[in-house]
């Protein structure tokens, strides 16, 4: 069984930046599609941004240029950068890894972004 453990969220401010990390229990973040969710208060989870097993990555149009989705192999960590916040970016961040039929999340982690 993967286990995926985040850190990073915190509370900041408008115009600042954040780095999320997802460190996996076991190596097959380089396999499986990775990816990012976040759930704000009263919404359903939105798909944030996800990278193929190739590296190819893809964001959802509210976060483009400003978010960058990445991972270190070496270190079964995915990470989710994040500058120009703003105050709809505040949501609880998960992280996701899809591998082969399995599907694996991360406990969640907030983020606040005052204005």
């Known amino acids: 069984q993967v286990q995926l453990v985040e850190s990073g969220g915190g509370l900041v401010q408008a115009g600042g930046s954040l780095r999320l990390s997802c460190v996996a229990s076991g190596s097959i973040v380089s396999s499986g599609v990775s990816g990012w969710y976040r759930q704000a208060p009263g919404k359903q989870r939105e798909l944030v941004a996800t990278?193929?097993?190739?590296?190819?990555?893809n964001y959802v149009d509210s976060v483009k240029d400003r978010f960058t989705i990445s991972r270190d192999n070496a270190k079964n960590t995915v990470y989710l950068q994040m500058n120009s916040l703003k105050p709809e970016d505040t949501a609880v961040y998960y992280c996701?890894?899809?591998?082969?039929?399995?599907?694996?999340w991360g406990q969640g982690t907030q983020v606040t972004v005052s204005s």
């Open positions: 990278m193929t097993s190739r590296g190819t990555t």
């Open positions: 996701n890894l899809h591998f082969m039929t399995e599907t694996y």
